[in-house]
């Protein structure tokens, strides 16, 4: 056995080995800025052309370092939190989220009127007439207070993706006003004028500048910029836009985006390896796995199981890290497709299905610039191939799949089978490992690899327990658990048998605890706890 073994880990290891797990800091960044341009129904690329855009204007306006760099990373930051109300803006939309996003590009910064009229003319495109009004009526009855809540939560998520990046205070705190006017009237919490980061009320402008010129051209953004000087806008910023912005787009060529991006970093390029690296790409397990309450955790446990499985097959630490580390960013292409396919309870439409075997190449295409992270990247958007040909999205087959996806399939499988779906209950362990067995037989899984995440599986190490995060208690952190994966206060508390009121409070204390305000952030700061496990 101890032979077997051997051969299994110098043949596993011939494909897994990476050039290097060093990685900047800055092409982190600017990678998870592609998927949320994706999430935010954006092409790619949206969020690096506001970088160039808002920082060519910001130094035409003298701004010294400090700011730029804010500016730097809040451009490519801002909409990383997206996936955080994902669920319910499926639910208020018909279903796709993105598609609503899309169309809303142009008038978030808007006047309440245009708002309306817009959400009246496009919410729910396409779908029966009956049902574009009961969606409409919907949006009108929940208001302010929805909108206000979806904001917020966006806001505290990307604030905690900024914070596990290691990214300074000033920008932290920026990211809190992404959706605050000028003159008072924005969200979440009707910041106004000064009270407003520099920063933010250049990157709002920035944003818009681009989404309006690419739909209606230098003129509908100038249109629009007089319009909103100081009622969304600051005028100050408005006026050096007006003066500076075309020529500066003029200089963006799209082609090199990337490059360009990269290379206009205010600051010191930071390489992040060993455990900064490691925290860095959970923020993609963090966007990818907050999209769905059946996903949430999803990527950090895979990553576990594939990484003790690797080292089941005899496989040396740099290469099992590798194998962990892909764990962590293989889900991150689901940014693109619409929760009202993630959450169906329904069989899939061929189309449906389609838009599920693009998200691995849409992992491939969010990782594939970030220099460092190429073995990792052909092992993440390989999860879902299967030996006989039948995966996505290449449709290779046998010695073509990197052997390290195959650990990550199994281990993906795994996981997936002993979680609940839309469509089905979990399945308990012996019954998953059944399955698994069965994957083997038909030939789409390795033998090799499920056996060794079933051990991986079933022999994790058992830590004794340590004092939760921000001092909760074990109440405090069943409720938060229940939360996170989408009960309600009703439901907590039937399956605590308390009272729905003392289920309230509870979620009151423990926001005040962990420094949230929506149940999104709230999420997140358990999952990034391992508090869902």
């Not at 969606?135 to 979806?150: C, E, H, I, N, P």
């Not at 910023?237 to 082609?255: K, L, N, P």
């Not at 295409?365 to 879902?384: D, Q």
């Not at 056996?451 to 995060?469: F, I, S």
Request: charged content about 20%; glycine content about 10%.
């Amino acid at each position: 056995m101890k032979g077997r073994t051997c051969f299994l880990a110098r043949r596993y290891q011939r494909a897994i080995r990476p050039q290097s797990l060093t990685v900047s800091r800055c092409e982190i960044v600017a990678s998870l800025s592609l998927a949320a341009d994706i999430g935010m129904g954006q092409p790619t690329g949206q969020s690096l052309r506001t970088c160039l855009l808002a920082l060519g204007v910001a130094r035409e306006m003298g701004l010294g370092e400090p700011d730029l760099q804010d500016i730097f990373y809040l451009s490519l930051l801002r909409f990383v939190g997206c996936n955080a109300h994902a669920e319910h803006d499926a639910a208020v939309t018909g279903g796709n989220e993105m598609a609503f996003r899309r169309g809303m590009a142009t008038v978030i910064s808007g006047e309440p009127a245009e708002l309306a009229s817009h959400i009246v003319r496009n919410l729910g495109a396409g779908l029966p007439a009956t049902t574009r009004v009961r969606l409409v009526a919907g949006a009108f009855a929940a208001g302010s207070k929805d909108a206000r809540q979806t904001i917020a939560a966006s806001c505290e998520v990307a604030q905690l993706i900024a914070s596990r990046l290691g990214l300074g205070a000033s920008l932290v705190r920026a990211l809190g006003y992404s959706g605050e006017f000028w003159n008072g009237k924005g969200l979440p919490n009707g910041a106004s004028a000064e009270a407003i980061p520099l920063s933010s009320r250049i990157v709002n402008v920035a944003r818009d500048v681009d989404v309006l010129s690419k739909v209606g051209g230098r003129q509908l953004a100038e249109d629009v910029l007089r319009k909103r000087r100081g009622r969304a806008y600051d005028p100050t910023v408005v006026d050096a836009f007006t003066q500076h912005a075309w020529s500066i787009r003029e200089g963006i060529e799209e082609g090199s985006l990337w490059d360009q991006v990269v290379e206009a970093d205010p600051g010191v390029s930071i390489p992040l390896a060993g455990d900064r690296l490691t925290a860095a790409l959970k923020c993609y397990a963090d966007l990818a796995d907050i999209k769905c309450r059946f996903t949430r955790a999803h990527s950090p446990a895979v990553s576990d199981i594939a990484r003790r499985a690797a080292t089941n097959l005899g496989l040396d630490p740099e290469a099992a890290a590798a194998i962990g580390a892909a764990g962590l960013v293989q889900e991150i292409g689901k940014t693109g497709i619409p929760n009202g396919i993630l959450d169906s309870a329904q069989a899939l439409t061929p189309g449906q299905r389609e838009s599920i075997r693009l998200s691995t190449y849409l992992t491939h295409t969010t990782l594939a610039r970030c220099h460092g992270l190429e073995a990792i990247n052909a092992l993440a958007c390989a999860h879902h191939e299967r030996l006989y040909g039948s995966g996505y999205h290449r449709g290779v087959t046998g010695d073509q799949i990197p052997a390290g996806a195959r650990i990550l399939a199994a281990a993906d499988a795994l996981k997936a089978m002993t979680s609940d779906r839309p469509w089905r209950p979990r399945f308990a362990p012996d019954e998953a490992a059944r399955r698994l067995g069965a994957e083997v037989k038909s030939g789409k899984l390795g033998h090799d690899a499920v056996d060794a995440v079933l051990a991986a599986a079933g022999h994790a190490a058992q830590t004794p327990r340590q004092a939760w995060p921000a001092g909760l208690s074990d109440r405090e952190v069943d409720v938060l658990k229940l939360i996170s994966l989408g009960g309600t206060n009703r439901e907590v508390a039937e399956k605590l048998f308390i009272s729905p009121k003392t289920v309230g409070r509870h979620v009151e204390n423990i926001y005040g605890k962990i420094g949230v305000t929506t149940r999104p952030a709230a999420t997140l700061f358990a999952m990034q706890h391992h508090l869902l496990s």
